[in-house]
């Protein structure tokens, strides 16, 4: 029985404007009871430094409320960054949605 996961799709940019909302939005879910969130590249064009920091924020939020962090469909620029900013360890990235639930769930596909 593990818990439900909430996904946070990025759209666009996560730059400044954008990284306040995410991380309100991360806060959030965190307050309600969530303590597995996956956030989801799939659509996200850039993100700049306060994206960056909005993710290192989150992922310190949801790891000290004994949570998990997880990135998948991560383009080339971003995962550059992560690389870059040296905090790709921190992060378990997977190629898309379906790898991560298919991971979470050992892999049982038939």
Aim: with cysteine; hydrophobic share 45%; net charge negative.
């Amino acid at each position: 029985m593990s818990s439900p996961v909430k996904v946070i799709e990025v759209c666009g940019i996560l730059g400044h404007t954008q990284a306040k909302q995410f991380r309100q939005e991360v806060l959030d879910l965190i307050a309600s009871g969530t303590t597995e969130v996956l956030v989801d590249f799939e659509q996200a064009a850039f993100m700049d430094s306060s994206g960056l920091g909005a993710l290192v924020g989150a992922l310190k939020a949801v790891k000290s409320a004994q949570g998990k962090l997880s990135l998948c469909a991560v383009k080339q620029e971003i995962r550059m960054l992560l690389e870059l900013a040296d905090v790709i360890q921190f992060f378990p990235i997977f190629s898309d949605q379906t790898d991560f639930h298919q991971t979470r769930a050992g892999c049982s596909t038939s």
